[in-house]
C-alpha cells in the first residue's frame, strides 16, 4: 500500500495546542478491573449537545471532557478496547448488545436498536470501504448516507436473529425487519417508522403501499424537521406504488466485523482528544456540501508510541491501530506520513532517525462513540486482555463555573390536547416528545420535534391522527438556553378526547351501488365520507390543497384540496360509487377521529371509471443533474 511522505515540522507541532483545563482527575487502572471516580459537576457533556436529526449532526456549544491520557505504566502491552466507561462498550455485536441491554425478544429489541442507530447516526457521505459494516461506520464515523445506514443495521440485526430486507423504494433506500409475524418499516437515514391507523402497530411496505396515507401523515427527515407538506408528500412519492415487489430477505457469510483491539506497550501513550476534529476526514476528501460533518462528528485519538520498542533492523517504525490512521508524524524529524485519500487505513510505517524519536500516529473515532466520563460516578474499566497489565489515566475536564441547567414544565391546558410550557426566560431551543411507553422507546417521527422556544405546544390536524381516544400518552420537554440542554422534565401523562374511529368498514355491492357501514359512535356523533380517485389522497381537513407535481420537495403545482364526499347522521351510507377510494372520519362536538381505514371499491364497480391515481415518483435529468420528479401517474 503505498503511502504519502512529506516534511511538515511546524505545523505538526502546533496541530494539538491544549488549552489550560479547569480539572485533571488521575487514577492507575488494572486490566479487568472496574475502578469508580466521580466528577463533581452540575452538567457534563450531554447538556452542551444538540440531539442528532437529518443533516443536524448533533453540534456542541462546548465541551466538558477535553483530553483522556492513557499511560501503559505496567510491564506488559495492553491490548484490547483498553477504555470501557459504565459499561459502554461498541467494539462488537456482542459488547453492543450487552451495552444496549438489548431483550431477547425481536419485538422490544429491534425498536430500541432503532433508536440507538438514530441518534447515533446522520445524513452525510463518507464514501469509503467498509462503512457498511455496523460496528465501523458507528466507530469510524457516525454518518452515512441511507444505502449504507441501511445496510449496516440490516447486517446488525440479521445477527441478533432478526430477518430484514430492503423494500421497493424510487431514488432510496429503506428496510423492514421481522419479528410478531410481519414486517416493519425502520428508515435509518431519515429517522422515520411508520404506524397503523390503530397508532400502535409499526407498518409494513405492504402497508403503506395499500394505504399511503400512513406515510403522508408521518413527519420524516428527523426531529428538527417541521410539518411540511412537500417532504411529507416527497417521502411518500419514494414508496413504489407501480409494479410492487417483495425482496427475500438478507442473507450473510459472515458476522458483523469487530473493531480491531488496540495494543499499548509499555510506557506508551494512548489520548483522546475529546474537543479536536481530524484536519481531514478517512473517507470523502471534502465535506462542505454536508454542513460541519467532520467538526461536530469526528474526533482525534493520538498515539504516543516507543520507538525503541518498535523500531526494526531498517530503522522503521510500524504501528497498527483500532481506527481508521489519517495521520503519523515523526516530531523529531518532521515526517509526516498519510495513508492513501478514500480508504480506511489501520498500520502505517514511518522511517526513524534514532531510538529516541518523538513518534505520534493520530487515529479518527466517531464522537459518539468516545469513551467519555460524565458527571457523577462513572465505572472505570480498563479492558485488557493481560490481567497483569496496569494503566494510568488522567481525565482534563473542564469544570463549569457558575453554570446554571434551565428547568422546565409541562402543564395541560384541554383535551385537544394544547399544553403551557413553563421554562426560565431566555430559552432559544424546545424539543418535545410524546409516547404511548413510559421508556418512550421507538417516538413516532411526528411526536419527536426540536422547535423554537415557546410556552404553547398545540398540534395540526394531521398530526392530531397519531391520538387515540382514551389512550394514556406521555409528554416531555427539554429546553435550550445560553448553549446548555436541561434535564428532560418529569413525564405528564394525558388522554384526548375525540370520537372513537369507524372501524372496521363493511362494503357490500348492491346493484350498481356500494353500501358501507360501521360501527357507532355513540350520541351526537356525525360521520364525514371522503372520495378520491387518487390512492394517496388526504381527507380535505388535513390538507387545504392536493399536490399534482413535485421537483424534489418543492410543490410545483397544486390544486384546491375538495374530496368530501358526504355527511351523514348513522354509521352507514349507500352510493353509487364515482371515486376508486373512500374513507370515513367520525366527528363530534367539531373534534375528529382517527380516519378509518382506506375503502377501495371492488373490482366490479370500479371498471367503471376512470383510472385510479397515484402520485408516483421517477428519475429524471432536472436543471441538467440527477433529480426526483413525482407527478400524478395511473395506478396499475
Known sequence: MALVSVRSFAVTVALFSVPAFGETLTTNLRA??????????????????????????????????????????????????????????????????????????????????????????????NRCDGSKEPLALLNFWSYALCGDTTSALMRLATSYGIPARKIPLNGHVAAEYFYDSAWHIFDTDQAVTYLRLDNRTLASAADLRADPFLARRTKALGRFAPVDEGAMAFNTALHEFIEPREEKPAKYKSAPASVRAETLLPGEQWIVHA?????????????????????????????????????????????????????????????????????????ITLPTRGFDDRISVYSQRSRASLPLPGKGRNSLLLAASAASGVGKLEIDWEKPAELVVPKIAAEQIDATPT?????????????????????????????????????????????????????????????RRDGVWSEWSVPLEFRVEKPARPAPVAAAVQGAKLRLSWPAAGAAAEYLLFGSNRLDFVPEPFAEAEIVTLREQTVEHRRLNKNLVATVAKPEIELVPTFHFYRVITRRAGVLSVPGDLIAIPP???????????????????????????TELPLR
Open 419 to 479: 399544553f403551557s410550557l413553563r421554562a426560565e426566560p431566555g430559552a432559544d431551543l424546545l424539543w418535545w416528545q410524546i409516547s404511548a411507553s413510559e421508556d418512550f422507546t421507538c417516538v413516532a417521527p411526528s411526536f419527536d420535534a426540536v422547535i423554537s422556544a415557546t410556552d404553547t405546544l398545540r398540534f395540526d390536524p394531521l398530526t392530531a391522527t397519531f391520538f387515540n381516544p382514551e389512550q394514556t400518552y406521555r409528554l416531555r420537554v427539554k429546553v
Open 275 to 347: 474537543a479536536q476534529a481530524p484536519e481531514m476526514p478517512v473517507g470523502l476528501a471534502t465535506l462542505e456540501k454536508w454542513g460541519p460533518v467532520r467538526e461536530t462528528t469526528l474526533r482525534v485519538v493520538e498515539w504516543v508510541i516507543s520507538t525503541a520498542a518498535r523500531r526494526d533492523a531498517s530503522g522503521k517504525v510500524t504501528v497498527a491501530t483500532g481506527y481508521p490512521i489519517w495521520r503519523a508524524v515523526n516530531h523529531t524529524t518532521g515526517e509526516v506520513v498519510t495513508p492513501p485519500a478514500g480508504r480506511a487505513t489501520f498500520e
Open 604 to 630: 366490479a364497480l370500479a371498471e367503471k371509471l376512470p383510472p385510479a391515481l397515484v402520485l408516483q415518483n421517477r428519475w429524471q435529468r432536472v436543471d441538467d443533474r440527477d433529480a426526483h420528479y413525482a
Open 32 to 125: 479487568g478491573q472496574s475502578t469508580e471516580v466521580v466528577l463533581d459537576s452540575p452538567v457534563d457533556d450531554r447538556h452542551f449537545q444538540d440531539p442528532r436529526g437529518y443533516q443536524h449532526h448533533g453540534a456542541s456549544t462546548r465541551t466538558f471532557i477535553r483530553k483522556l491520557t492513557l499511560t501503559n505504566i505496567g510491564t506488559v502491552p495492553l491490548t484490547g478496547p483498553l477504555i470501557v466507561v459504565n459499561g459502554r462498550d461498541w467494539s462488537s455485536s456482542e459488547t453492543l448488545r450487552q451495552s444496549l441491554a438489548l431483550a431477547a425478544a425481536p419485538s422490544s429489541s429491534m425498536p430500541r436498536l432503532f433508536d440507538f442507530w438514530r441518534d447515533h447516526l446522520s445524513h452525510a457521505d
